[in-house]
């Protein structure tokens, strides 16, 4: 039995770490989404250069480890005289990197939408930007909410590079405890849990919320 008084007697650190681990993860979420989805419809934009520059993100970003891209802003940006704090830059490596993963599946999304309604939409007298934002995009991100809902709990769990910046989130503070009890098991098995705390919901209200729609039709 894991020892209940490491969690009791630091429960003010892991909650730090925990509710840095939340910030991270829901500013890193909502950018991810954000930035995904204009890299999607780059990828599938008829104008070249943006369909490039949206392939060249996509495939590089998510070809290369999650800690690489946190080193180029914590290491890179200083070079070119700006400076954050390990949280922010573990924040943004975490929005670039996860913002890969959602292009693809919003892309495989807009692909599968019958192109009859894009058309139809274009006749209508709707503009490109107007048929993808009113139209294209509702139904793809309908689709692919499953895959988007596995990106958004991977991205949780990958918050934890933090850890390695100083970033003041749940593994940051798990080293801290660790360091001061030398229960190294128990001190991560209370880790592990907090961060069950945050992704099993996510997973319960995905599964909700894609059989809702299922029956919704």
């Known amino acids: 039995m894991p020892d209940l008084s490491i969690f009791t007697d630091h429960f003010g ?8 681990t939340v910030l991270s993860s829901v500013i ?6 954000a930035l995904g989805t204009v890299a999607a419809v780059f990828r599938i934009s ?12 996509v495939e590089f970003i998510r070809n290369i ?17 700006v400076t954050l704090s390990g949280f922010a830059c573990g924040t943004i490596g975490l929005t670039v990197y996860t913002a890969s993963f959602v292009a693809e599946a919003i892309r495989a999304g807009i692909l599968s939408v019958p192109a009859g309604q894009s058309e139809a939409a274009r006749a209508s007298g ?14 793809a991100i309908k689709i692919v909410i499953p895959p988007l809902s596995n990106q958004f709990i991977n991205l949780v769990k990958n918050s934890s590079v933090l850890g390695v910046f100083a970033g003041f989130d749940l593994m940051y ?4 405890v660790a360091s001061k009890t030398y229960a190294t ?10 961060y069950l705390v945050l992704t099993l919901p996510l997973s319960w209200a995905a599964l909700r919320l894609e059989r809702r729609w299922a029956r919704n039709g």
Not at 13 to 20: D, E
Not at 28 to 33: D, E, V
Not at 46 to 57: D, N, S
């Open 13 to 20: 650190l892991y909650m730090k770490g925990f509710g840095n």
């Open 28 to 33: 890193a979420l909502l950018g991810s989404f």
């Open 46 to 57: 008829a104008v070249k250069p943006l369909r490039w520059a949206g392939t060249a993100f």
């Open 65 to 81: 480890p999650i800690l690489l891209v946190v080193f180029a802003f914590y290491y890179g940006l200083p070079t070119l005289g």
């Open 126 to 139: 709707m503009s490109y930007v107007q048929t993808m934002r009113h139209v294209v995009l509702p139904q």
């Open 173 to 176: 503070y798990g080293d801290q």
């Open 185 to 194: 098991f128990d001190t991560y098995l209370f880790v592990a849990a907090l």
